[in-house]
């Protein structure tokens, strides 16, 4: 036991610590687009990603974009491996239990995209006996254990990406996300098997209230710091200049 | 050797550990247990009868594969090389990825797929699973049945011929349960090592035991003790994986030099 | 030059686009995951390798309480699934590490995500690698270890100038074992977030949707990490062997 403490100190002595110290902001390193993806260089791009760089910037605050599986990004933020999400997370009650939230950066309705030529709709009436897939850990998928799971069977990706490529090879039936992210696989190739099949009723305690930054709780600088530099890039143009790029509403919310 | 077993160190120790697993049950969360006891004994059945199923299914190609490796014809012996040294050349878990959504991305270019008679267990996860499973316990399996099969001393082979039995009796009778009998340790390490991989199907949608635990874990944010329960499942599994296979050997290498 | 081979392949060309190495390749990112896969099992494997020794040493002269605690170690870590080990030790471990350094009075430290990789397979290697060098070491003559010493050789001594050299060629069809575990097992650093090789593949075959293409690019990488690697273990073994009579294969 004695070697092991010993080998796994001596490994930390050689990863060092950090002189300045950046604010490491946790990203999913599962792609999602139009969010945040890697490109073929190996550099992440997307909304979220140059909204993660203004808000820095306007907050003052030097950040380093850390990519995390997104299964236990919030582990890894209480583990002290990240300082922040900033990876789509909905602020909801149940993750307010264990981690803070900045004020919310955008808002989108959830909706459900399904075969074209299957008959559904969003309610769990209209899901009844269909295959929905979901990403693991969001609150699309804890909506659709409460909602549909008894009549709809509900299968469980590691990234929204494979719950698409299901649906475009016909595995499952429906998939139920952030309507941005499957405006984004509706406009691709992939994406001509389906269609929208409409938004699912809003339930506030489990969709949460918008998207915002996940900080530990009694980080409290750290979270006006991010409110701040949120309201600054909000109120000089920069955030609609940025969502200019990528949609065509605004999704700021409210 | 019952008295070697409890020495005072060895007391001292399993106190230590008592005491530990008595600190963790009083201080550790595990009050979403019973709502996930059905879940979890669900994924437990799943992960077992995935795992016998590969194993019987595996071991079946295994057979074929070492033989051809041990005595068959270069065109058989060459292909049976290149499929082991493949599987046991890459990752399993990239293995998985490939046979799920690597042909589930062929699916939409050949649409009479989705209106033949097999359409209903395509669409399943678990079929893709089991497949991953079984052709990669063959793999490695066939390379130890191609030592266990060579390892047999040709003159007992001479011999039988000689007696006038047949070759499939010769097979039969005496090349494969001693290959058998000279393979089961190795096999016992190998079908704990098959358990290990078994949790690797959750990442393509099969609710094994390791996926009901991911759920608690999200559903509660409760981070370590789903794992640990788990670990500790798996170490049940493992070990009696270990006893079975103790016990075949003890039946099955009497009077094997 | 090619032309007449993607008239005759309809795929190729787009595979062969998606896998060039500058963008809009992907193949850039596929190299530069494997080279950290290496990093890793070659830290994994060489972190193992010394935690090993230490545990086949304890195991074969350590007293009844290291032995015991040796025994569970190596039995905990072959019987649960890496996968279970490694989010275990990746967050859990850090955690306690912090805490440790805190009890000490050291200021906590920042474990990247590349040394707690190297440090959680490392500790899984060293279980397995445990076992290997114990069998290897046991299986020294001992008439060779009273020769040393009856030369007024320490226990230090010995072990360097008699033991190493003579288990070493029995130890390393175990370690070549080992090794390759290693570089596979570095695929399952993909499921916590580390852009290993598998991790990069599936971030390119989500994004192109071309799953097979990446898919069976990384199994080639793979297979030839494992290949070349498996030559480079076949000559290490012929050249600590030789000179040794009655070394059993």
Not at chain 1, 121 to 133: W, Y
Not at chain 2, 8 to 37: E, K, N, Q
Not at chain 2, 180 to 191: D, F, S
Not at chain 3, 230 to 246: K, Y
Request: with cysteine.
């Amino acid at each position: 036991m004695k070697s092991i403490l010993l080998t796994a100190s001596a490994l930390a002595l050689l990863a060092g610590a950090a002189a300045a110290d950046p604010v490491r902001i946790g990203i999913a390193s599962e792609p999602y687009p139009p969010f945040a993806a890697p490109d073929a260089a190996g550099n992440w791009v997307g909304w979220e990603v140059d909204i993660i760089n203004a808000v820095c910037e306007a907050a003052a605050m030097e950040c380093e974009i850390t990519p995390t599986a997104w299964d236990g990004i919030i582990p890894a933020l209480v583990s002290n491996r990240i300082d922040a999400i900033m990876a789509s997370m909905s602020i909801t009650d149940d993750r307010l239990q264990t981690i803070d939230f900045s004020d919310p950066y955008y808002n989108t309705p959830t909706v459900i995209v399904g075969q074209r030529d299957m008959e559904m709709d969003a309610s769990p009436e209209g899901m009844a006996g269909m295959v929905l897939g979901v990403q693991v850990s969001t609150v699309h998928q804890t909506y659709a254990q409460q909602y549909f799971e008894g009549e709809t069977e509900i299968r469980t990706y590691q990234t929204q990406d494979e719950a698409n490529q299901d649906l475009a090879s016909g595995r499952i039936d429906a998939t139920q996300a952030d309507s941005l992210a499957l405006d984004e696989f509706l406009s691709s190739d992939a994406g001509a098997c389906c269609e929208l099949k409409g938004a699912v009723a809003h339930d506030e305690a489990i969709l949460g209230s918008g998207v915002g930054v996940g900080l530990r709780k009694g980080d409290d600088a750290l979270r006006e710091q991010f409110n701040a530099g949120i309201a600054a890039i909000v109120a000089n143009g920069v955030y609609d200049e940025i969502t200019a790029r990528y949609f065509a509403t605004s999704i700021y919310g409210q | 050797m019952r008295r070697d077993r409890l020495q005072p160190h060895r007391v001292g120790l399993i106190a230590v550990a008592l005491g530990v697993m008595v600190w963790a049950g009083l201080t550790m969360r595990w009050d979403w247990i019973p709502r996930y006891a059905e879940l979890g004994a669900q994924g437990l059945w799943r992960t077992l009868w995935l795992l016998a199923l590969s194993l019987l299914i595996g071991f079946s190609m295994a057979l074929p594969l070492g033989l051809a490796q041990a005595a068959g014809p270069f065109w058989l012996a060459a292909p049976a090389r290149w499929f082991c040294t493949l599987i046991r050349g890459t990752p399993l878990l990239l293995q998985i990825w490939l046979i799920y959504y690597g042909l589930g991305s062929l699916f939409p270019q050949y649409p009479w797929i989705r209106q033949s008679e097999l359409w209903p267990y395509l669409r399943q996860a678990w079929p893709y699973a089991l497949l991953a499973l079984s052709l990669s316990y063959a793999g490695y399996e066939g390379e130890v049945m191609r030592g266990a099969f060579k390892s047999v001393p040709h003159g007992q082979l001479e011999a039988a011929r000689a007696y006038g039995l047949s070759r499939f009796a010769v097979f039969r009778r005496i090349w494969l349960p001693q290959a058998l009998a000279r393979a089961l340790p190795t096999l016992g390490g190998e079908t704990v090592l098959q358990l290990k991989a078994t949790p690797l199907v959750a990442t393509i949608t099969v609710i094994d035991i390791y996926a009901v635990a991911s759920r608690v874990r999200q559903d509660t944010f409760v981070i370590y003790e789903p794992l640990l329960l788990l670990a500790l499942i798996y170490l049940i599994i493992a070990g009696l994986i270990a006893l079975g296979f103790r016990w075949l050997e003890r039946r099955f290498t009497r009077g094997l030099a | 030059m090619l032309d007449w081979l993607y008239s005759v392949w309809p795929g190729l060309e787009s595979s062969v686009t998606l896998l060039s190495l500058e963008p809009p390749g992907w193949g850039g990112n596929l190299l530069r995951g494997a080279a950290n896969s290496l990093i890793i099992a070659l830290g994994a494997f060489a972190v193992g390798c010394f935690i090993g020794t230490l545990g086949a040493l304890g195991k074969l002269g350590g007293g009844p309480v290291t032995r015991d605690l040796l025994a569970v170690y190596t039995t905990v870590v072959r019987a649960v699934p890496e996968l279970i080990l490694i989010l275990l030790l990746y967050y859990a471990g850090t955690d306690l590490l912090n805490q440790f350094l805190q009890l000490l009075g050291q200021r906590p430290i920042e474990i990247s995500g590349l040394a707690a990789g190297i440090g959680v397979l490392g500790i899984v290697q060293g279980a397995y690698a445990t076992e290997v060098l114990r069998g290897a070491i046991q299986s020294v003559p001992r008439g060779q270890l009273e020769a040393a010493r009856a030369y007024g050789m320490g226990p230090v001594q010995t072990f360097r100038r008699v033991t190493f050299p003579a288990m070493l060629p029995l130890a390393l069809p175990g370690l070549s074992n080992l090794w390759l575990i290693a570089t596979k097992d570095t695929a399952l650093l993909a499921i916590v977030g580390f852009s290993e090789l598998t991790l990069e593949t599936r971030q390119a075959a989500g994004s192109t949707r071309a799953y097979f293409t990446f898919f069976l690019a990384a199994g080639a990488l793979y297979l030839l990490m494992t290949l070349l690697s498996g030559r480079l273990f076949g000559w290490l073994e012929t050249r600590f062997r030789r000179g040794q009579a009655g070394a059993r294969a």
